[in-house]
């Protein structure tokens, strides 16, 4: 690996990782010597590039350090274009335009060679719903809720057909492979709950932000989902 993609890729890894990275564990992703991390550490600190690091516990990036344009590889533009391409076909309108421009301003800036990769793409993903039965759902303003943290009044029926009113604080919408999914934290019941849209009769929503912080509610709702994966693999 060249030193400046090796450069390129310390950045990357300090990036993406939610704890500090030591010397060593970087030297094992990029398969090179802690002596050269650490030269590469000193080379990157000496162009302002905001790393803090402190022995014994590792290296950190500063928040707020942005890069300037950098070409991607032939195998992180089909993973761009994979992920546009099933948000093209399963996203609310708002997204599948925001995927069909990503896809626009990665063509204009990558080299000849790798536009097949967009134009002619060696990679695919299952077709579009025939059917969306949750039409009348506004799921960009569910998002624009979720994001900003208020509330909503649903109206909710369940497998069986039986309807329900309640108020919810919603954190996530999943989109699955047949349907969409408002996460949230319900107060009728006191407890996080799963509402496929296709089954919402009606929305409402309220201008009441809710209490807890949105990243709170979707840490917790993780944790528990964790908790359920770890006690299915073991019964």
Request: aromatic fraction near 8%.
């Amino acid at each position: 690996m060249r030193r400046a993609d090796r450069l390129f890729e310390i950045v990357q890894l300090l990036r993406r990782s939610a704890t500090p990275l030591t010397a060593d564990a970087i030297a094992s992703e990029l398969e090179t010597s802690r002596r050269s991390v650490y030269r590469d550490i000193a080379a990157l600190m000496a162009q302002r590039v905001p790393i803090r690091g402190e022995a014994g516990i590792g290296y950190v990036l500063e928040r707020g350090f942005d890069m300037p344009p950098l070409m991607l590889t032939s195998d992180e533009v089909e993973a761009v274009v994979l992920g546009a391409q099933w948000v093209l076909v399963h996203a609310d309108q708002g997204l599948a335009r925001a995927a069909a421009d990503v896809l626009a301003k990665v063509a204009a800036v990558i080299p000849e060679q790798l536009r097949a990769a967009i134009d002619d793409p060696a990679v695919i993903t299952p077709p579009a719903w025939t059917e969306r039965l949750d039409a009348g759902i506004d799921v960009a303003r569910l998002r624009a809720w979720s994001l900003q943290g208020r509330k909503l009044h649903i109206g909710y029926a369940d497998e069986s057909g039986r309807e329900t009113e309640r108020t919810v604080w919603p954190f996530l919408v999943g989109y699955m492979d047949r349907c969409r999914m408002l996460i949230a934290w319900c107060e009728m019941r006191g407890d996080f709950r799963m509402f496929r849209t296709d089954r919402l009769g009606t929305v409402e929503f309220l201008d009441e932000r809710y209490p807890e912080r949105r990243a709170t509610l979707r840490r917790r709702w993780l944790a528990m989902m964790d908790r359920r994966r770890a006690g299915s693999a073991g019964s």
